[in-house]
């Protein structure tokens, strides 16, 4: 993809925490890009440093974390270093969030039409009341909730989960971003709901052509949305590829594990699903060596010795694991034995 088309430009991202028992490393140097118009899916476990990674981007870390390292570039231009406001002028209009649990997210005092006008008021100071109520009356056609003129005199508690979560995304699509990242917008609904969601965030990207970055822990709800994924592990990226290569090519253990572990509606319901064994590292001390190496079941010495490097396995497909090696040996060699296989 050509550079200038690209929206964001993450380089050796580093972002930690300062914590009672040692400084956390929750990203450790990661690298990506998302082009104009394109879905991109962070996936990896609870501690994989995914959400980190979409918050250090917002420049929204809480409590003791920061940045240490690295460039975070959003339409060409560097956040890292800028100011509160600087910020607060970028957020909502060029890019914005929306989180897993929209009750938390949304004040429960004001009504949800007061709430998204408030997005369109801190982006535009001098748009008339009426106006206001129009452009939140579209927004709220635009996530698909009904009857909106009835509803935008409503309270949060009155909209069930899935409603509270198409005001969430109204509210941040209001001043249309170019890029919209969504931290497990659908890990609190029903099934049913979160396909309807992921369908509505389908097709409103597909109208306003923005770009998506979407944090999950579920590979099979990346598969719904998007394009490309980046597997995250131990505070690293462990695969990228297209939507297509992970699964029909995954070149790391670990997206294996990731995808046996998709349930799947066709299988004997009598056969168990399978958890990846173990627990993530400590990212206070990680290891020295590949961090899912104590539970990969290929792992050698040279794993738990030196960190493997970003290897490229094809054009856009990229892993971290000594397996893709040239020197590595092809007898229990998942990768090697599958291109023999193919060849
Ligand atoms: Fe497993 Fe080694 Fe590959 Fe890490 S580098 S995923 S431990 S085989």
């Known amino acids: 993809m050509d550079q200038k088309e690209h929206i964001l430009e993450v380089r050796d991202l580093q972002t930690s925490f300062l914590t009672s028992t040692g400084e956390v490393k ?59 406001k600087e910020m607060r002028a970028i957020r909502g209009k060029q890019v914005a969030m929306i989180f897993q649990d929209p009750m938390t997210s949304l004040n429960p005092l004001l009504t949800v039409g007061d709430q998204v006008g408030e997005m369109l008021w801190a982006h535009d100071k001098n748009i008339t009341k009426e106006d206001k109520k129009k452009r939140v009356i579209e927004l709220f056609n635009l996530v698909r909730i009904p009857e909106p003129e009835k509803r ?68 099979g709800v990346v598969a719904e949305l998007c394009s490309r994924v980046l597997v995250m592990y131990g505070g690293l990226v462990m695969e990228e590829a297209s939507i297509f290569d992970v699964f029909e090519n995954p070149c790391h253990p670990y997206t294996m594990g990731l995808i046996a572990s998709i349930p799947d509606i066709n299988q004997d319901k009598n056969k168990l699903l399978q958890p990846i064994p173990g627990s993530p590292p400590d990212m206070v001390n990680p290891p020295k060596g590949c961090p899912f ?8 010495r040279i794993c738990l010795e030196e960190l ?29 034995q599958r291109k023999e296989a193919t060849t």
Not at 167 to 195: F, G, H
Not at 293 to 300: E, G, S
Not at 314 to 332: I, N, Q, T, V, Y
Request: glycine fraction near 10%; hydrophobic fraction near 40%; proline fraction near 5%.
């Open 26 to 84: 929750a990203v450790r140097g990661i690298s990506f890009d998302i082009g104009k118009g394109e879905s991109v899916g962070i996936v990896g476990e609870s501690g994989s440093g995914k959400s980190v990674t979409s918050l250090s981007v917002m420049q929204l870390l809480a409590g003791t974390g920061r940045i240490t390292g690295g460039s975070v570039k959003l339409n060409g231009e560097e956040l890292i270093g800028k100011s509160k």
């Open 152 to 219: 935008y005199n409503c309270y949060p508690h009155e909209f069930s989960g899935g409603m509270r979560q198409r005001v969430m995304i109204a509210m941040a699509l209001a001043c249309k971003p170019d890029l919209l990242i969504a931290d497990e917008p659908t890990t609190a609904l029903d099934v049913s709901i979160q396909d309807q969601i992921l369908k509505l965030m389908r097709s409103i990207q597909q109208e306003m052509g923005m770009s998506i970055m979407f944090i999950t822990h579920d590979l």
């Open 293 to 300: 190496a104590p539970r990969c079941p290929y792992a050698c």
């Open 308 to 336: 493997p490097p970003v290897m490229e396995v094809a054009e856009g497909h990229k892993s971290r694991c000594w397996l893709l090696d040239k020197d590595a040996p092809a007898k229990d060699n998942p990768f090697k």
